[in-house]
T-cell receptor, first 111, second 110 residues
Framework: DVKVTQSSRYLVKRTGEKVFLECVQDMDHENMFWYRQDPGLGLRLIYFSYDVKMKEKGDIPEGYSVSREKKERFSLILESASTNQTSMYLC??????????FGEGSRLTVL | GQSLEQPSEVTAVEGAIVQINCTYQTSGFYGLSWYQQHDGGAPTFLSYNALDGLEETGRFSSFLSRSDSYGYLLLQELQMKDSASYFCASSKAAGNKLTFGGGTRVLVKP
């Protein structure tokens, strides 16, 4: 079975803390993505990666960075968390066919 | 830029048919995907259209008209378990970067 695993389902952090969200896929997919989901706004792309050590900005990259040291792992980093980064974060991977496989999501609350 | 418009909410009864429309403005448009998301769950892939026309997968069908920048998802023989949010998403020719619409919440009533 296809599997995208996100390290934490729920996190609570304080303003200014550094936050790491980890994502691992077991499908040998080239492409990996980080989206955030907010009510009424759908899913918005933060960063994506087409290969190891490669990254490209999505639509809302400000305040975020990513790391892809291994093909199966794509990490999202919030260098200094702020309250407007409270959201649901979704990781996904794909082969490039229009079909994304999503993880279960990480709900981050920044106090 | 890119944008996709879809209705925010649709209500229907069991057994009915629902059509969710999606209009898009996407430079370098390559294809249109549809995803289903139940409350608290992850989005799951339903269908993908790269060519004009209708794609049928069981009770769900998806349609694309590239000349009209328009597509729809058709849900037939609605069941209670179909209550969920449905998202259209466009992909660009350059790769599989998907841009999502705001989602349509479908509520199925007995």
């Amino acid at each position: 079975d296809v599997k995208v695993t996100q390290s934490s389902r729920y996190l609570v952090k304080r303003t200014g803390e550094k936050v790491f969200l980890e994502c691992v896929q077991d499908m040998d997919h080239e492409n990996m993505f980080w989206y955030r989901q907010d009510p009424g706004l759908g899913l918005r792309l933060i960063y994506f990666s087409y290969d190891v050590k490669m990254k490209e900005k999505g639509d809302i990259p400000e305040g975020y960075s990513v790391s892809r040291e291994k093909k199966e792992r794509f990490s999202l980093i919030l260098e200094s968390a702020s309250t407007n980064q409270t959201s649901m974060y979704l990781c996904a991977s794909s082969l490039g066919t229009g079909e994304l496989f999503f993880g279960e999501g990480s709900r981050l609350t920044v106090l | 830029g890119q944008s996709l418009e879809q209705p925010s909410e649709v209500t229907a009864v069991e057994g009915a048919i629902v059509q969710i429309n999606c209009t898009y403005q996407t430079s370098g448009f390559y294809g249109l995907s549809w995803y289903q998301q139940h409350d608290g769950g992850a989005p799951t892939f339903l269908s993908y259209n790269a060519l004009d026309g209708l794609e049928e997968t069981g009770r769900f069908s998806s349609f694309l008209s590239r000349s009209d920048s328009y597509g729809y998802l058709l849900l037939q023989e609605l069941q209670m378990k179909d209550s969920a949010s449905y998202f259209c998403a466009s992909s660009k020719a350059a790769g599989n970067k998907l841009t999502f619409g705001g989602g349509t919440r479908v509520l199925v009533k007995p």
